[in-house]
């Protein structure tokens, strides 16, 4: 294989996303594939969220979808600048419309002292 | 537009029914910004070759241009596909 | 120097770290049932416990990822939602466990009403573990943990027989009641080699910033803090082989099992038997509710880790709250916290194969760990304890059934 040569499965899905600033922000939970037969397909964009999970688990995955919230966030593939162990990101988790569970609970997680630093 | 979970676990066939095994991973190539297709990861024991049980190299790729159709449950490819 | 120093540091603190409640109950009432006969055992899940550990630690220091990282990305979603739920309810039933062991060590000390006391203790960790880094929470229970080195004086002091201490290393079968006996076998494995044990340990890797050049330091702090923590396991076996055995009393509770210090030690050997157990269970307790949060955490990608703070991690630190709050509950509702022990213990032997398996694959793969991965003894070893895994989470259940849990 060379180089820039990768199973997508292996490599991208299921892996840490981490944007600009190496916050965590999700996981690749599936991939948007563009072209069929006869072209030459391209992965057009990141799908990150609980919504996403029923498709790949049965009604197991649609339960847990459902109590992890359901939210589906797509992120575009120009965003991706690396692919090492994680796939980094070029902008911030909060402009891509992810880790909103968390931008959700700081406020309030901030009111108690002793919460960071 | 289809996901890469929908294309996993489906049956690889040929045109004239012979079943090659089941798809469990696409291959691409990352070109700058760019993640192109370029091939079908089929293997028998789809879920040992996932875990790398035996090594990840070991299963056969399929090139994209091989394929003919998408259907049902199920990816056709021409029969010449894995030579 | 430093190293060393360091390294001694970390080393007394996996002593005292070393035993929790399943620990505790199981060691204890396997010296009060079949005396010395199952001391074999204890080495066997001490190795095991060493080699995963080691594993995790390595995986956390070369890749930078904890377990549960690992395991989504490896052996793909549903297998790793499948692992998600089991450890969630396995780790809420230890975590409660521990609380309630916590909450009746607090009770012998103060005398306090009980239920009083599991509140007091669940905010009490609550505000600790807000306010208090990563480092200094290890430290800080593994040092007052060392208290239960009383266990090993009172083993010495209660003078067993030693060459019947010695044969029970030989494994070997017992004839009267072999059904009770292969419970307890699967009941002190199960004990050394909890789930969450190894969970906690890689996430801790990362939260402690480890990089490869960290490895021989941590694989010494491991090897020799395990091995010299599985001393204690021993000392609990002795002790409820020569105090409880031959008395004819089943260790039911954990003051019981305090006054085995008691006997040969006095009161000042039961006040640091009894402290010892606070901080060994509060330490348990702590690295249960955390291996919670991880897990479900990693397994979402969400931020985690104590070193990111409350502020850095905000649905991370929700989730051990809320952990610790489901826990409270269950141990509220008056369950006995020695029973819920028991079977906190005989489910985490189930859940073992689908915590062990991922770890193995992920320490081989080149992917993640370069020229760091697997050698031939780590990888032997690792095989052996997988094989021995699979037939103890087989027959963990049948086993609990037909023994009615152990009151046979």
């Known amino acids: 294989m060379s180089r820039s040569e990768l199973d997508i499965g292996l490599k991208v899905l299921d892996h840490q996303l981490l944007d600009k600033n190496g916050r965590r922000c999700g996981n690749v939970d599936d991939l948007a594939i563009e072209g069929g037969p006869g072209e030459v397909p391209r992965v057009i964009a990141l799908l990150v969220g609980p919504g996403y999970w029923g498709q790949r688990a049965g009604w197991i995955g649609r339960l847990a979808g459902w109590i992890g919230g359901g939210s589906k966030v797509r992120v575009e593939w120009s965003e991706v600048t690396k692919i090492d162990s994680a796939v980094h990101l070029r902008n911030d988790a909060t402009k891509l419309g992810l880790g909103r569970g968390d931008d959700r609970l700081r406020p309030y997680v901030e009111k108690i002292p002793g919460a960071g630093r | 537009m289809r996901t890469l979970s929908s294309l996993q676990k489906r049956k690889v066939e040929t045109e004239s029914g012979r079943l090659l095994g089941r798809c469990h991973d696409l291959r691409g190539e990352l070109t700058g910004s760019n993640l192109c297709v370029t091939g079908l990861c089929v293997g028998k024991n789809a879920w040992f070759q996932h875990l790398g049980v035996r090594s990840h190299d070991q299963h056969t790729v399929v090139p994209w241009e091989a394929v003919v159709r998408i259907e049902g449950k199920r990816i056709v490819v021409r029969d010449d596909a894995t030579n | ?408």
């Open chain 3, 1 to 408: 120097m430093n190293k060393i120093f360091g390294l001694a540091l970390g080393i007394l603190a996996a002593i005292g770290g070393f035993v929790d409640i399943g620990d505790l109950v199981f060691n204890t009432a396997a010296g009060a049932t079949f005396g010395y006969q199952l001391m074999w055992v204890i080495p066997i899940g001490v190795v095991g416990i060493i080699v995963y550990s080691e594993m995790c630690g390595r995986v956390a220091a070369v890749s930078g990822k904890a377990v549960f990282d690992a395991v989504r990305e490896r052996v793909g979603f549903k297998a790793a939602l499948g692992a998600l739920v089991s450890s969630e309810v396995v780790n809420l039933m230890t975590l409660a466990a521990e609380l309630g062991g916590v909450a009746i060590t607090l009770q012998l000390l103060s005398g306090l009403p009980y239920r009083w006391l599991i509140l007091f203790a669940v905010v009490g960790f609550a505000v600790i573990i807000w306010v208090t880094s990563f480092n200094w929470l290890e430290r800080g229970f593994g040092y007052g943990g060392l208290c239960m080195l009383v266990f090993a004086v009172a083993a010495v002091k209660l003078g067993p027989d030693w060459t019947k201490v010695g044969k029970g290393f030989i494994p070997h079968i017992t004839q009267n009641n072999p059904t009770l006996y292969a419970y307890f076998v699967i009941g002190l494995l199960g004990a050394a080699m909890t789930p969450y044990e190894v969970y906690f340990y890689s996430s801790g890797g990362v939260e402690e910033g480890w990089k490869p050049k960290d490895i021989g330091l941590n694989r010494a702090n491991a090897i020799v803090g395990y091995l010299l923590g599985g001393t204690l396991s021993l000392a609990l076996m002795i002790v409820g082989a020569t105090v409880f055995l031959g008395h004819g009393i089943a260790p039911q509770h954990l003051g019981t099992i305090a006054l085995g210090v008691g006997d040969p030690l006095g009161k000042i050997g039961l006040l640091l038997a009894i402290v010892g157990i606070l901080f060994a269970v509060g330490g348990a307790s702590i690295d249960t509710v955390f291996s919670g949060a991880y897990n479900l955490a990693q397994f979402c990608g969400w931020e985690w880790g104590r070193y990111r703070h409350p502020k850095g991690a905000p649905r991370f630190a929700v989730t051990w709250l809320v952990l610790l709050v489901l826990a409270m509950g269950i141990v509220m509702t008056g369950v006995d916290a020695v029973v819920l022990t028991e079977y906190a213990v005989i489910f985490s032997v189930v859940a073992l194969p689908l915590t062990y398996v991922p770890i193995l694959l992920v320490a081989n793969d080149k992917a993640y760990m370069g020229r760091y991965g697997n050698g031939r003894l780590a990888n032997g070893l690792g095989l052996v304890y997988l094989v021995l895994i699979m037939v103890v989470a087989l027959t963990a259940i049948p086993l609990m059934v037909l023994t009615n849990a152990g009151q046979n």
